[in-house]
């Protein structure tokens, strides 16, 4: 069972974190699937604070977040790490508001999401150190298969797998970049004049592909939207091959997150609709597949 540990002794494991000053004012934040988040006031600082240990079913390793944070700020992409322990990593607060699908579908806001993700795919590896994960989706959904394999959806594996196996030979040979691999709306942070990116949970190197038909899929973009941030990001004209390796890794980014969603029903006890959340995605992934298909 994947167990967040209860909102109580959380904040207690906070308030006794070594590096706050004078007063101390803990707040829980809503949101986190992975993990449990506080917003923290000490006399010298605003930080969100997030506590959480690995989740080896969703192949989350917390040294491998907390470089990819580290990274990211030096990048100039994502707010700095002010302290890291075991199962805990705290960040610089961003005053400022998080993107809504609706706020990515605005054309000059998508350009400046666009700008920020290029930024991170090519800047992070010259400030990344140590070990480095590697996020290939279609392992990913092989390995959640295995995890799903005794669960009352089984019989839907075998359809998906076979799905999956024919939009990873679409995909061909791809570049490598540098992914966050979780580009949910509420991912970016906008303070007023510039966006900044956050959460690293699922950071690796990858195809860039793969970043962009996610952020397609969860800001709900347009076909003409998504052939102008394909034309922006890659500075050319996106042509047959590169339109339809990008579907498939969009096709497989839905059923990647429909994925996440079955294993955490099974697995998870944070307070979230998963079931709800599965269902979504599910509607996704065959819109995408259908599209992908008439290609």
Not at 207 to 227: I, K, M, R, V, Y
Request: charge should be negative.
């Amino acid at each position: 069972m994947l167990t967040a540990l209860a909102p109580v002794s959380a904040a207690d494991r906070v308030l006794g974190l070594p590096i706050w000053q004078g007063e101390v004012q803990v707040s829980l934040l809503s949101g986190g699937t992975t993990n449990v988040n506080f917003l923290v006031q000490d006399d010298v600082r605003r930080c969100v604070v997030r506590i959480g240990d690995d989740i080896p079913v969703h192949q989350i390793l917390r040294f491998n977040e907390r470089a990819a944070s580290q990274a990211a700020h030096a990048a100039g992409v994502s707010p700095a790490v002010v302290f890291h322990a075991p199962g805990v990593l705290v960040i610089d607060f961003i005053e400022g508001r998080t993107l809504t699908a609706a706020d990515l579908r605005q054309d000059a806001m998508l350009e400046q999401a666009l700008a920020l993700i290029r930024r991170a795919h090519h800047g992070i590896p010259n400030h990344l150190h140590g070990a480095a994960l590697m996020f290939w989706v279609f392992h990913v959904i092989r390995d959640y298969a295995a995890t799903l394999t005794a669960s009352p959806c089984a019989l839907l594996l075998g359809d998906m797998l076979a799905a999956a196996a024919r939009l990873e030979a679409a995909v061909g040979p791809v570049d490598i970049v540098y992914g966050h691999n979780d580009l949910l709306p509420a991912n970016f942070i906008h303070d007023g004049s510039r966006l900044w990116l956050i959460d690293w949970d699922y950071a690796g190197f990858n195809s860039p592909l793969f970043d962009l038909g996610g952020l397609a899929a969860n800001a709900a973009l347009s076909a003409a939207q998504e052939a102008r941030m394909l034309e922006s990001y890659f500075q050319r004209r996106a042509d047959t091959t590169l339109w339809r390796a990008y579907l498939a890794m969009k096709a497989a980014a839905a059923l990647r997150e429909a994925l996440w969603s079955m294993v955490s029903e099974r697995h998870s006890d944070i307070d979230f609709d998963f079931a709800t959340y599965t269902q979504t995605n599910l509607a996704r992934w065959r819109a995408a597949l259908d599209v992908f298909d008439q290609t």
